[in-house]
C-alpha cells in the first residue's frame, strides 16, 4: 500500500505510527509532491543533517509552517540563523542556560512549585498541565525579564495562535489577530523597558543593552525574540510532565518505583520526552543538493526532519513503541541536536525533575485519570494538553 504523507494531513496527526514506521522501513527519504520538499523519518538522517552546519540552512524557517506554507522571511532571531551569526546571537543570552548556571536555580524553581501547588492541596484535585505552565511561565518570565501578568497574557494568545481547525492548514485568521494583538503588547512593553530598565540579569536588559558588529537589535527583533523563547519556555514542559505520568501509570510497578526512588525522575522524564516527543517537526532549507538514500533533494527545496519517528526508530531504540523506565538511550532528538539544539534543555530537565518531585512528596498515592486526558493536535506540536490527577486532600 503506498505512503501518503503530510505534516497538515489532520487523519494522521491522532496516530502517526503506523505512517512512520512504513516510511523508516521503505521511504525514508520521502517526497511531499503538493509542498515540493522531503520528509526524514530515520533517527540517524536526521542526527546527521542536523549536525550539518552547510547544506542545511534554517534562514528561511524551521517550523512546518513557515517551510511550507508563508513566503516570508522569517523574523531575525538566533532560531533562525546559521554560522557565525546564530552562535554570536545566541551566546547573547546563553551564559544562562548552562548546566553549571541552570543549577543554580533549583531551590528557586522548587518554591515556585511549591507555592503554586499550595492552592490545589485542600481541594483533592489538579490538571498536571496548568500546574507545571504556571511554574514555566514564572521561571522564564524571570529569564526573560517580564511580570508575571505580561507573560501569562502573551501565553494566552500564543494559545490562540497555535489552535487549528479542522480543514485548515496551518494558522488560523483568529491565530493571525493573536500574532498581531501579541506584538503590539509586546513592543508596548519594550518601549516601557527602554525608559524603566529591567533587572540587569534579564534578557530585555542584554538585547537593549548589546550590540553584535556594533549593530543594535531592533525593536522587531527583540519582539520576536521574546515571542520565541515564551513558546519554548512553555510549550514543551507542561506536555512531557503530563506524558511522564500519563505514561508511568500505565504500569503500577513502574509508577511505584518512581514513588520509592525519585532518583529515578530524570530517567522517566527522559522517556517520555523521547516516546511521545512534543516538538513533532521542524526542518530546514536544502542550501545546495544532496543525496541520501539513492534519492536526490534539490537546492532550495524544504526538508522536514521528523522527531517523533526518529525517537521510535527501531534501528536505535530497542522496542521503540514501549516506555521503558530503566532505558538509558545512547542518543537524543528530543531536544534536537548539532548547533540548533535546544538552548533551554538543561532548564526544562531541571523544571521537570523538581515539579514531578513535588507531586510525588507531596501528593501521596495520586490516580491519574487517563481516561479523562486530551491531547493537542497539529504540524508542530502533538501531547497530553490535560491530565488530571486526584488525590487525598489535605487539611
Known sequence: MPITYSPFNESLWKDPWP?????????????????????????????????????????????????????NSPPKTFLFMDPPHHRKHRNMIGDRYTPAAVG??????????????????????????????????????????????????????????????????????????????????????????????????SHIYTWLNSAIDDAQMTDDEIFFSIFALVITGSDTLPLTVAATLYYLSLNEADMQAVRDNNALIPNAFAEAARIDQPTNILGRVLSEDVEMHGKTMKKGQPVLFLYASANRDEREFENPEQFQLHRKSRRSLSFGAGQHFCLGQHLARLEGKVILEELFSQLGDFEVHRDQSKRIFGEFLQGYCYLPISFKPLP
Request: glycine content about 4%; hydrophobic content about 35%; cysteine-free.
Open 104 to 201: 543554580t536555580l533549583e531551590e528557586e524553581i522548587r518554591a515556585t512549585t511549591r507555592r503554586a501547588l499550595a492552592p490545589y492541596l485542600t481541594t483533592g484535585s489538579l490538571n498536571v498541565n496548568a500546574l507545571v505552565s504556571s511554574v514555566a511561565l514564572q521561571t522564564i518570565a524571570d529569564y526573560i525579564g517580564l511580570e508575571m501578568d505580561e507573560i501569562t497574557y502573551i501565553r494566552s494568545l500564543i494559545d490562540t495562535y497555535y489552535t487549528r481547525e479542522a480543514g485548515h492548514k496551518g494558522t488560523t485568521a483568529s491565530g493571525m489577530r493573536a500574532f498581531e494583538e501579541a506584538a503590539a503588547f509586546i513592543h508596548q512593553l519594550i518601549g516601557k523597558y527602554r525608559d524603566q530598565p529591567p533587572a540587569q540579569n
Open 19 to 71: 505512517t512512520y514506521k512504513s516510511m523508516r522501513e521503505s521511504d525514508p527519504v520521502y517526497y511531499i509532491e503538493e509542498f515540493d520538499a522531503w520528509a526524514l523519518s530515520r533517527f540517524e538522517d536526521i542526527w546527521q543533517v542536523s549536525l550539518d552546519k552547510t547544506r542545511f540552512t534554517a534562514t528561511q524557517g524551521t517550523s512546518p509552517e513557515a517551510l511550507l506554507l508563508d513566503p
